[in-house]
């Protein structure tokens, strides 16, 4: 067979195909990549949740705006709210000592706006934690597959949610990855016991949720 000379033109334009190729390959692939570095925050088992994702939370999800207690008696500011929504399978506390978790006048700016639930002194500061339990009986342990809330006021990285079963393992972690405000989410195919709301002092120690929304509890075993 005779030999096959390509001329310095035919090189560069074969030189140049290939590198198009390359291209486009990348660029195929390159969603791939920013959908799994999205996900890099969760654990196994766990999904992060959006506002949209309302099928995560069941036909009858739970949601709490912080305006009436489940008798539909109004909340006020400096109450503690701790555990008004026990008939609702949660209960809420503050990593502040001797400080309560109630309702405050900040919009977060979510589904429902108007008020929110934060620590109340030192205000908006520490780790809120949502732990839950059958509906009507705050002493038994119960658990949840979805739970989100919106939270502000924040900045990528500047609040985290924890999510733990009923032994205190870690299931999976949410970052917060927007400006201002987000809702925040995940979903676990085990039972979630307990949410830590925590924050980044060295980004944003300030913050505040409203709208929890979660599936009904469902009694867990020590």
């Not at 005779?2 to 969603?31: D, E, G, Y």
């Not at 654990?43 to 949209?52: K, Y």
């Not at 949410?195 to 944003?204: A, N, T």
Request: glycine share 8%; with cysteine.
């Amino acid at each position: 067979m005779v030999p096959v000379v390509l001329t310095p033109r035919w090189a560069l334009i074969r030189a140049l195909s290939k590198l198009f190729l390359v291209a486009a390959i990348n660029m195929a692939v390159a969603p791939t990549i920013v959908a799994e570095d999205a996900r890099q925050d969760v654990g196994e088992e766990t999904a992060r949740l959006d506002a949209d994702d309302a099928r995560q939370f069941g036909e009858s999800p739970t949601r709490i705006d912080f305006e009436a207690d489940p008798s539909g008696k109004e909340l006020m500011v400096g109450e503690d709210i701790g555990r008004r929504f026990v008939d609702r399978g949660v209960l809420l506390s503050s990593s502040v000592d001797g400080a309560i978790v109630s309702v405050e006048t900040y919009n977060v700016g979510g589904r429902s706006g108007g008020r929110c639930a934060a620590t109340h002194d030192p205000l908006y500061q520490g780790t809120l934690t949502l732990r839950f339990c059958t509906p009507g009986d705050a002493e038994k342990p119960a658990g949840v597959h979805a739970v989100g809330f919106w939270i502000s006021h924040i900045a990528p990285d500047g609040a985290s949610l924890l999510a733990f079963d009923k032994d205190g393992k870690e299931l999976g972690v949410v970052k917060t990855n927007r400006h201002q405000r987000q809702f925040l989410g995940i979903h676990s195919r085990l039972p979630i016991a307990r949410v830590d709301v925590v924050p980044d002092p060295e980004i944003d120690p300030d913050y505040a949720i409203d709208d929890l929304t979660f599936d009904r509890p469902t009694a867990i075993s020590r």
